[in-house]
């Protein structure tokens, strides 16, 4: 079936440094959405792209849809304490709602 | 409204007993879909439901059975639960959960299920 891998498994960070994980999935994906997940708390959708070698910003966040369609990326700018959580990518083939989730990349960011 | 709502928020039960998760949403939407999350891992889809219709059963075992009353409510009932059942179970929801490209779920808070 579907796998979708991310590294790092965890960052540890100190505030104001950047921060990126990689999203790669076994088979070539029909979109690719991120969702970041609070300690405690539930995934919150934060974007989802479709086009091939698609990038998209939001704030001080960048994503990134590889040009083959398997692999994905999100970088953070100089991190908050904000942005602690847990990242989650998430793709879908064919059935579009279906949605398999990336391992995840937690990230903990210190002052 | 951008809500999905959960109960109970925790639950503790016993391999015997017979409980239900309760999940709700008003936006309009019509696909909800269960997931069961252990700790430190990514939600693991269980159940899609579109158009109060079951679409998609991810081989869940049969102690797992969901119900989808009405296009705002859909039910998890549990039965004869293993120890090994305890976890977090979303609740997510979509607007349309058919075709096209994937859509945005929101999720739920999730019930916090702990089998004894």
């Known amino acids: 079936g579907q796998q979708v891998m991310q590294i790092p498994q965890y960052q540890h960070v100190q505030e104001g440094e950047d921060f990126t994980t990689y999203c790669n999935s076994s088979?070539?994906?029909?979109?690719i959405q991120w969702y970041k997940q609070r300690p405690g708390g539930h995934p919150v959708f934060l974007i989802q792209?479709?086009?091939?070698?698609e990038v998209k910003k939001q704030k001080r966040l960048t994503f990134q849809f590889g040009e083959a369609k398997k692999n994905s990326s999100l970088h953070i700018t100089a991190t908050q304490t904000t942005d602690v959580g847990t990242y989650f990518c998430?793709?879908?083939?064919?059935?579009?709602?279906?949605?398999?989730f990336g391992t995840g990349t937690r990230l903990q960011v210190t002052l | 409204d951008t809500e999905v709502t959960q109960t109970p928020k925790h639950l503790v039960m016993g391999m015997t007993n017979k409980k239900s998760l309760k999940c709700e949403q008003h936006?309009?939407?019509?696909?909800m879909y269960w997931y069961k999350q252990k700790a430190k891992k990514p939600p693991e889809l269980m159940f899609v439901?579109?158009?109060?219709?079951?679409?998609i059963n991810e081989s869940v075992p049969s102690r797992f059975s969901p119900e989808c009353p009405n296009s705002s409510l859909l039910n998890l009932h549990l039965h004869a639960l293993q120890p090994e059942d305890s976890a977090l179970y979303l609740c997510?929801?979509?607007?349309?959960?058919?075709?096209?490209?994937?859509?945005?779920?929101?999720f739920g808070p999730g019930t916090r299920l702990l089998v004894l």
């Open positions: 997510a929801s979509s607007r349309r959960g058919a075709g096209g490209i994937g859509e945005t779920q929101y």
């Open positions: 998430a793709g879908s083939t064919g059935t579009a709602s279906k949605l398999t």
């Open positions: 936006m309009g939407h019509r696909a």
């Open positions: 439901y579109s158009y109060e219709k079951l679409s």
């Open positions: 792209l479709v086009k091939s070698g």
């Open positions: 088979t070539t994906l029909s979109n």
